[in-house]
């Protein structure tokens, strides 16, 4: 939850690098979170015809910018751009792309993006 709540503090920080224990660990969270939201929205039965619920729809907003800056931080220790996120547009083969990358451990040492985050924690 540390590193969830580590990422939340950063919103829109998407300036840095992130460790993968740090985004994986925001990623869990967050889709653990959204399956309660999910499951409290259908309990509630505030579902919307598309079949999200208001209170899913409410949290994905609120965590959309966090999710992108902790993704562009993990890109930057991984010593890429964010730019290669426009990978996300070829469907399929760019995300598996974008999967690999965040698999990735990032550059020891300190890169173009800033310290090892590694050795600051």
Known sequence: MDWYLKVLKNYVGFGGRARRKEYWMFMLVNFVLAM???IVD???GWERAGG???LTTIYALL????SWAVLFRRLHDTDRSAWWLLLI??????WLVILVFCCQSG???ENRFGPDP???A
Not at 89 to 94: A, H, S, W
Request: charged share 10%; proline share 12%.
């Open 42 to 44: 259908r309990i509630l």
């Open 107 to 109: 550059t020891p040492g």
């Open 52 to 54: 999200e619920g208001i």
């Open 118 to 120: 590694k050795h600051l």
């Open 89 to 94: 547009l070829i469907p399929i083969i760019g």
């Open 63 to 66: 965590v959309f910018l966090p």
């Open 36 to 38: 309660v939201i999910g």
